[in-house]
């Protein structure tokens, strides 16, 4: 058998496991991997970010738009834990990643060598937040075996992050074994009890309702979702950030389950007799502080369906369990009969009514229309368009006023952290461009680009073109929102004060426009829709407009009201 280097095995078995790119900032301590990706170099791309925050949020999105691994390289101690972003937000988003770590050397190890860190006590399943799995590679003998266990841990249940860790000098010994096979998820399937209980619960219903979300889900699944809801005559509403799970033109969508949510869907999901959660793992965005829905035991009933069984129960307690992943949970529910006619076809009518409504906005101050903006979105971005946020007030605009056609016409095309991460948007957008081919688009606010705004130079570097409407409103939004709820007039912390935008995109070798009126929007986004290279359109935004309902002004006199009434 042919020797090579370890190094060069670890990229041959990325490559046994349908890997095409991978994101990282290069390191000394893998030196040999990186030289693997220079001798395959015509099968898998190294995308080389300028930071490894934005480098694991760039291959958390690729997992999300792909359903397998996104893959991130970076070095020992400073780059694994600038890292540690990216991590966070795949196990929270439920989205499959793989971070390779390069290590010190073996016989340096638990001496507090140069950068050295703990990577088992740092990413390991005891923190209950960061990786299903941190496994340290000594024998370069075994580099098929972790990898491909790694991917498998990664999709397998409830999808998420796997840590491996490569000591420097095992990726510079010589092997000669072969990569294992690609590894494909494992579909866990309703059994048959639960689905006739599930059958006799709804036939009891009078008032259910579907939400729905989570990782895991494909076209296919999202298609049986939808008839499997046309079928029973089912409102549906998205869980938090995975508004593309079910068709936002549906007459039977009622909306998004988070942040900024609907007051009459708030009010629905209270009055629902049946809550049929089918892959979220009810967080609390999606539960409203776990208000809507009261833990552990909630006042619907409540049929909870989830890959993972250790999710099951885990917060909720549920009148009916059901551990399945989403594409056989949607091909089960698909073939569901359903009777002739059902109770509650006036409460779904009307649940897609109050989502209608409340796409018509309030009445805000300032030269720019936001309502208006997200208007001119949804007309010139192509159906099959990939949009992109990060973390703050300038999301929610996308939230309420954007409509998703989604998976269930083929594609993903929201990438948004539920863990509600900064500077996500950037680098999401630049990763979704390589990944797809289609456009782009990103929604970020001052404070928000400022965190991952150095990705644009990798975008340029690797030929990616993203659309970035930035809102400008000079402060950190949410943040001075809560400020003059809980203590008005005390602004703290929350002022930015802002580089040009603009100038600051040309620099980097993206376009860059600034706007201050609606009517200047349109022929902007033509432009940057029209031009080779990405374009950054800053949109001056008044400080008063801080929610798509209401001023900051009017938060704040209602604050100042409520502290003197008491």
């Known amino acids: 058998m042919t020797q090579q280097l370890a190094g060069h095995l670890l990229v041959d078995c990325l490559l046994a496991q349908g890997v095409t790119h991978a994101f990282g900032v290069p390191g000394e301590s893998y030196l040999a991997v990186l030289d693997g990706l220079h001798a395959r170099r015509d099968q898998i791309k190294f995308i080389t970010c300028r930071q490894e925050g934005g480098a694991a949020f ?187 799970t079910f068709d936002n033109h549906h007459p039977l969508y009622a909306g998004d389950v988070g942040i900024g949510l609907n007051p009459k869907l708030a009010a629905r999901i209270k009055a629902s007799d049946l809550i049929i959660a089918i892959g979220p793992r009810l967080g609390e965005m999606t539960t409203g502080n776990y208000t809507l829905l009261e833990a552990p035991r909630p006042k619907q009933k409540l049929v909870h369906i989830h890959a993972s069984a250790e999710e099951l129960n885990r917060i909720y307690q549920a009148d009916l369990a059901i551990n399945a992943t989403m594409n056989a949970a949607a091909r089960s529910l698909e073939v569901l009969t359903a009777p002739v006619s059902v109770p509650w076809e006036a409460w779904t009518a009307s649940a897609n009514e109050d989502y209608l409504a409340n796409l018509e906005p309030q009445a805000l101050p300032g030269d720019i229309d936001m309502p208006a903006i997200i208007g001119l979105l949804q007309k010139h971005l192509p159906a099959d368009a990939v949009l992109t946020n990060g973390a ?26 539920t863990v509600g991460a900064m500077g996500y948007g950037v680098p999401a957008g630049i990763a979704a461009a390589i990944t797809t081919g289609r456009t782009a688009f990103t929604i970020a606010g001052d404070g928000d680009f400022l965190m991952n705004g150095q990705e644009l130079a990798t975008a340029v570097q690797h030929g990616a073109k993203s659309i970035i409407v930035l809102l400008n409103n000079g402060m950190y939004g949410t943040i001075r929102m809560h400020q003059e709820r809980e203590y008005p007039q005390h602004e703290s912390g929350s002022r930015l004060n802002n580089p040009d935008f603009a100038a600051l995109a040309r620099a980097y070798g993206y376009a860059g426009v600034r706007i201050t009126r609606t009517a200047e929007f349109e022929a902007e986004l033509l432009a940057a829709l029209a031009r080779k290279e990405g374009t950054v359109i800053e949109v001056t935004l008044d400080p008063e407009v801080i929610t798509t309902r209401g001023t900051l002004s009017a938060i704040t006199q209602n604050a100042l009201k409520q502290s003197l009434s008491k």
């Open 58 to 244: 760039m291959a958390e999105a690729h997992g999300k738009l792909t359903g397998r691994p996104g893959v991130c390289m970076v070095t020992r101690g400073p780059g694994a834990t600038n890292a540690s972003i990216g991590v966070h937000t795949a196990f929270q988003d439920s989205t499959p990643m793989v971070l390779l770590v390069g290590d010190v050397a073996s016989d340096c190890r638990d001496r507090e060598a140069f950068q050295e860190v703990d990577y088992s006590s740092f990413f390991g399943p005891s923190t209950k937040g960061f990786a299903k799995r941190v496994e340290r590679i000594d024998d370069a003998g075994r580099i098929p075996e972790y990898v491909a266990r790694a991917f498998a841990t990664a999709m397998n249940g409830r999808p998420g992050p796997v840590v491996l860790v490569l000591p420097e000098d095992m990726l510079t010994r010589m092997t000669d074994v072969q990569p294992l096979s690609r590894v494909e998820a494992v579909q866990a399937w309703s059994d048959p009890g639960s689905l006739r209980t599930l059958r006799e619960m709804l036939l009891a219903s009078r008032q259910p309702l579907i939400i729905a979300g989570g990782g895991g889900w494909t076209p296919q699944s999202a298609q049986a979702l939808q008839r499997f809801a046309e079928n029973w005559k089912l409102p549906v509403g998205n869980a938090f950030r995975f508004q593309d």
């Open 392 to 417: 703050g007030n300038f999301a929610s605009w996308v939230h309420r006023f954007f409509k998703h056609h989604g998976l269930v016409k083929g594609h993903k095309t929201q990438l948004a952290p």
